[in-house]
């Protein structure tokens, strides 16, 4: 971007600043750490200029928004033409309590919904299946059958809203459940807006709520891409997801190029299976972390969307530009919020609302004050949601697009990074891709040496956290946490019983049947699992067929 | 010679979250205990059965889901249906409220260590409270 003489005589003067002034300067006054590093151990120079990013090429390597290589937005207009979708994570207890959350959240101006299922659900298992008790309900809705999904949408228009699912291994069961609310609300699935995670591989990473081995996994999320592309086109298929590695606690530089390496070995799995790159790939969707480390996150947003593109274009072929677009939802870190003093979350939050939104993310669930905690309360996921609703209307930041875009210490970084992930990615192409890495445990144990390493630095006082090893004060316990109705498990498991009273049960064996079968042929799935859904089929009956064709998932364990 | 202090350290439940069990585990592991990790979801049975086996003189179970007031005291009864409970420390760590903690402690988990606690807390707990 500079003119060689230009840098030659900047490096020129600043061996001379460094001399006169820095070194005296220094003699009198040290510098406050013999080293500065981000959060992630990156080293950060006392000051970046031109000379820093002297090899990078404006149009080649920052372009414009909405042009190849997208580092600086997707959208022509970024945040000028709509801003970002206030997306907040939600979902406890029953149906009918998570339904006036999402009601009272569209009221307060959300602008989509996000919804979070528990683990039961999550891995496939009824509530009244043994391993569910004392699960029911906790980290999200407990969603049996489409009796209970019928529940959660009651009131809300799906034509309306769009709709974020964090479902993986039994993606395809919610999905159809969705698909069938929708139906009976007289919506058509190709107006239906939305995203399912669908992501398995970074469950086995790092989230943990697998179900069927590795190779039947990748056959159902391929399933869902080429029964989406055809009947729910505008839905987002996967979300292909660093949010977990990054909370697992992996360095900002992991976090690009493990979820890129996933992204990868999906787009591997369906040109495998046949599928056209130009068909699927617009719909691939990406979640990450937002951290404290403001630069740091705004570069691994730019480097990620830089690096994508490339990958998509020249490994892939990719010839619409959209498939080469790297959409994201960011989520501020949970893990970055502290049970004491739990008012300080607040700003970590709104720091971090800063970076997702100075890196260009498409929407964003920014996390409650409380939620090192419990759950959060009504009160507190307010103030999180009003966090994004000030950066929008009042920081300015939305106004232009990229704005950091230039800076020398951002351009710097992003590069940085963008060289760490491919060292990463082609460390991983040589095990064998994401799947084989992660089988031999690799991707893990470098995600367990980082987070093994903060937690060192923390405990030494190498690294600030305050209010828990700095800026301590006496607290007292935290009153008015949210609280789960234990009784939630029992009314579960009788809506069970009705419902099985209720429906047809030789419809319901026979479309577990036929699931039965297509699952042991080559068949898309999809329209079975759809069939079955429709018929009251429990998620647990359902996922007990695949089971059985499939297996189970066992874990490579790393310590 | 000192005896090693055997640990198993175990996820209980359906929860995935295992950062903060893999730093315990590693942890213990560099303050020179042995430790057992079972991976993720194991149930109060399984983990009891494993305790036994391996002969551990602590059990730190690792839980963010917030089903540890079924599962953490099912554990206890279970080492105590054993016969085991007196020979094995049973501790508690992760997400869990402050007003649960009494009542898990009434049920026999010596200690429940919350987000924020360093490690080396739990290593002097584990050494300071062993059973026999």
């Given at each position: 971007m500079f003119d060689k003489n230009e840098i030659t005589e900047l490096k020129k003067k600043m061996i001379e600043w460094d001399e006169e002034k820095v070194q005296k300067t220094l003699n009198r006054f040290p510098e406050r750490k013999e080293q500065f590093t981000t959060v992630s151990n990156k080293i950060v120079d006392r000051l970046y200029t031109p000379v820093d990013i002297e090899d990078i090429n404006y149009q080649e390597?920052?372009?414009?928004?909405?042009?190849?290589?997208?580092t600086r937005g997707v959208q022509p207009t970024m945040y000028r033409g709509r801003l970002w979708t206030m997306r907040q994570y939600a979902g406890f207890a029953t149906a009918e309590e998570s339904n006036n959350r999402y009601k009272f959240l569209l009221d307060q101006g959300q602008t989509g919904l996000s919804v979070a299922f528990d683990l039961p659900t999550q891995i496939g298992?009824?509530?009244?299946?043994?391993?569910s008790q004392g699960e029911v309900g906790k980290v999200g809705v407990a969603i049996d059958s489409l009796k209970d999904m019928e529940i959660l949408f009651k009131g809300i228009p799906l034509d309306k809203v769009s709709t974020s699912m964090t479902i993986n291994a039994p993606a395809s069961v919610l999905l159809a459940m969705y698909i069938a609310v929708a139906e009976k609300q007289?919506?058509?699935?190709?107006?239906l807006k939305g995203t399912i995670q669908n992501d398995i591989l970074k469950e086995y990473i790092a989230r943990g709520t697998y179900i069927f081995p590795v190779e039947p996994s990748m056959r159902l999320i391929t399933d869902i891409f080429a029964y989406c592309a055809d009947?729910?086109?505008?839905?987002?298929?996967?979300?292909?997801?660093?949010y977990h590695i990054r909370e697992a606690g992996s360095t900002a530089t992991q976090e690009v190029a493990f979820t890129l390496a996933d992204g990868i070995a999906y787009v591997e799995a369906a040109l495998k299976a046949?599928?056209?790159?130009?068909t699927f790939a617009p719909r691939l969707s990406f979640f990450f972390n937002a951290h404290n480390d403001l630069l740091e996150e705004v570069s691994k947003y730019r480097a990620a969307r830089r690096l994508w593109a490339k990958i998509m274009k020249e490994?892939?072929?990719?010839?619409?530009p959209k498939s080469m677009q790297l959409k994201f939802h960011t989520q501020t870190?949970?893990?970055?919020?502290?049970?004491?003093?739990?008012?300080n979350n607040i700003v970590r939050v709104a720091i971090q609302t800063l970076a997702a939104v100075l890196g260009g993310t498409q929407s964003l669930h920014t996390n409650s004050k409380d939620e090192a905690l419990a759950l959060p309360t009504e009160d507190s996921v307010r103030v999180a949601l009003r966090t994004q609703q000030i950066v929008a209307h009042?920081?300015?930041?939305?106004?232009?697009?990229?704005?950091?875009?230039?800076?020398y210490y951002v351009e710097s970084l992003t590069t940085e990074i963008e060289n760490g992930a491919m060292r990463y990615i082609s460390k991983i192409d040589d095990l064998g891709g994401a799947a084989k890495a992660i089988e031999k445990g690799y991707i893990q144990k470098e995600i367990m040496d980082s987070s093994y390493e903060y937690q060192m630095q923390v405990e030494k006082n190498e690294r600030i956290v305050v209010g828990m090893n700095k800026f301590k004060i006496e607290e007292e316990a935290p009153k008015g946490l949210l609280k789960v109705d234990p009784a939630v498990g029992e009314m579960q498991k009788n809506k069970i019983d009705q419902l099985k009273k209720e429906r047809n049960s030789e419809e319901v064996i026979n479309k577990l049947n036929a699931l039965n079968k297509a699952a042991k042929g080559e068949d898309n799935l999809m329209p079975y699992i759809l069939e079955a859904v429709k018929s009251y089929a429990t998620l647990g009956e359902i996922c007990d067929e695949l089971r059985e064709v499939f297996g189970e998932y066992e874990q490579s364990v790393i310590i | 010679m000192e005896k090693t202090i055997r640990v198993l350290v175990a996820k209980p439940g359906?929860?995935?979250?295992d950062r903060g069990a893999k730093v315990i585990a590693r942890a213990l592991r560099d303050a020179g205990m042995e430790v057992i990790y079972t991976g993720l979801r194991l149930t109060p049975e399984q983990i009891v059965q494993a305790a036994i086996q391996e002969d551990v003189d602590a059990v730190a179970l690792s839980i963010l889901s917030g089903a540890h007031n079924y599962l953490l005291p099912r554990v206890v009864d279970l080492l105590k249906e054993e016969n085991a409970y007196d020979d094995i420390l049973v501790l508690g760590g992760g997400v869990i409220p402050e007003e649960d903690i009494p009542g898990l402690k009434e049920k026999g988990i010596a200690e429940i260590f919350t987000p924020g606690t360093p490690t080396q807390v739990t290593i002097d707990f584990i050494k300071n409270n062993l059973k026999k």
């Open positions: 390597d920052l372009g414009y928004p909405g042009e190849f290589p997208f298992y009824d509530s009244d299946h043994s391993l007289g919506v058509s699935a190709d107006k009947e729910v086109p505008k839905w987002n298929t996967i979300s292909i997801s660093g046949g599928l056209e790159v130009d490994r892939f072929g990719a010839k619409n870190g949970g893990s970055t919020l502290t049970a004491q003093q739990p008012e009042e920081s300015g930041v939305a106004e232009t697009i990229d704005p950091l875009g230039g800076s | 359906l929860d995935g979250h």
